[in-house]
């Protein structure tokens, strides 16, 4: 069973810093491309950073580009994003999404809360 599970949000002040976790099992994790998504609350969910399965390539949002970092170990089936300079816009619940194999699959986790006060 593919699995995803989210960790490391909570409540920062502006300026702060967290770093999430997506720890991953039940798959290939190496073969999978890893994202990180958010949604606030009555926003549409939206890309914030990934990295790829084959090279680590990376690709972030321009509104988190400089302040966030995405990073993997395969050795631990985990993916990581580390957020610093936050701001209360990048209050949400952030998912982690695993996409590749084939045929293709797509697995979400079922988020953590970002909560950043001004």
């Known amino acids: 069973e593919v699995q995803l599970v989210e960790s490391g949000g909570g409540l920062v002040q502006a300026g702060g810093s967290l770093r999430l976790s997506c720890a991953a099992s039940?798959?290939?994790?190496?073969?999978?491309?890893i994202g990180w998504f958010r949604q606030a609350p009555g926003k549409e969910r939206e890309g914030v950073s990934c990295?790829?399965?084959?090279?680590?390539?990376?690709n972030y949002a321009d509104s988190v580009k400089g302040r966030f970092t995405i990073s993997r170990d395969n050795a631990k089936n985990t993916v990581y994003l580390q957020m610093n300079s936050l701001k209360p816009e990048d209050t949400a619940v952030y998912y982690c999404?695993?996409?590749?194999?084939?045929?293709?699959?797509?697995?979400w986790g079922q988020g953590t809360q970002v909560t950043v006060s001004s």
């Open positions: 999404n695993a996409y590749g194999g084939w045929p293709p699959q797509e697995s």
């Open positions: 039940g798959f290939t994790f190496d073969d999978y491309a």
């Open positions: 990295i790829s399965s084959s090279d680590g390539s990376t």
